[in-house]
């Protein structure tokens, strides 16, 4: 049973075309939905941190914005550096410590 | 903060052998995970250490695996008999309880294992 999906799984972009990635949850108990990204041969980097929903938080070009059943990444004019694999990860009551993660959404922009 | 080192890089091995990895977590951060990821998917949890005690391990962990944190510092995971199946990418994590209880991982650069 998959807690955690992802849409889209790959996302093409011109530079400055501005798009959203999607995040939905089934778990119940949330205790938090956190953002990362990953590039190539490398380990998943912190981007955000959700608790609640109508939560917000920004950096850069990136906001994250939580529901009740789902998380958006919103990013606004992107630029070539932005692409990596985005990757959307839960903490719920009984899941201890651990992040249980989406496939995540490979997101490519072209200049 | 020099950020969590993982060793090795890549490790190209043949079926049947035994391989271990090595995770350097962020000095004072007192708790350490493992996960697993292949291409095209998330990373998947593995098991979860707290200073040198193992609170967590995944049922999808076969016996083949293990994982010790001695002295509460390093880590590492030791898979035996390997098969072309625990190919993956095997990432490190380590965190720090913040004041809201739900801390952010910082991750290594993971161990490419492939099997042959």
């Known amino acids: 049973e998959d807690q955690v999906t992802q849409s889209p799984e790959a996302l093409r972009l011109q530079e400055g075309e501005s798009s959203s990635l999607n995040c939905s949850y089934t778990v119940s108990g949330l205790r938090g939905l956190f953002w990362y990204r990953q590039d190539p041969g490398k380990g998943p980097e912190f981007l955000f941190t959700?608790?609640?929903a109508g939560e917000e938080k920004e950096k850069e070009r990136l906001k994250a914005t939580l529901t009740k059943k789902e998380s958006f990444l919103h990013i606004t004019a992107p630029k070539p550096e932005d692409s990596a694999t985005y990757l959307c990860?839960?903490?719920?009551?009984?899941?201890?410590?651990?992040?249980?993660f989406g496939a995540g959404t490979r997101l490519a922009v072209h200049p | 903060d020099t950020g969590v080192s993982q060793d090795p890089r890549h490790k190209i091995t043949k079926r049947g052998q035994n391989v271990t990895f090595r995770c350097d977590p962020i000095s004072e951060h007192n708790r350490l995970y493992w996960y697993r990821q292949t291409l095209g998917q998330g990373p998947e949890f593995l098991t979860y250490f707290q200073n040198e005690a193992q609170l967590e391990k995944s049922r999808l962990l076969s016996d083949r695996f293990s994982a010790e944190r001695p002295k509460g510092s390093f880590s590492t995971l030791e898979i035996q008999r390997t098969e072309q199946g625990d190919s993956a990418m095997y990432l490190c994590a380590s965190s720090f309880p913040s004041t809201g209880g739900d801390e952010k991982l910082f991750f290594g650069s993971g161990t490419q294992l492939s099997v042959l």
């Open positions: 990860a839960i903490l719920f009551s009984g899941g201890y410590n651990k992040l249980i």
């Open positions: 959700l608790y609640s």
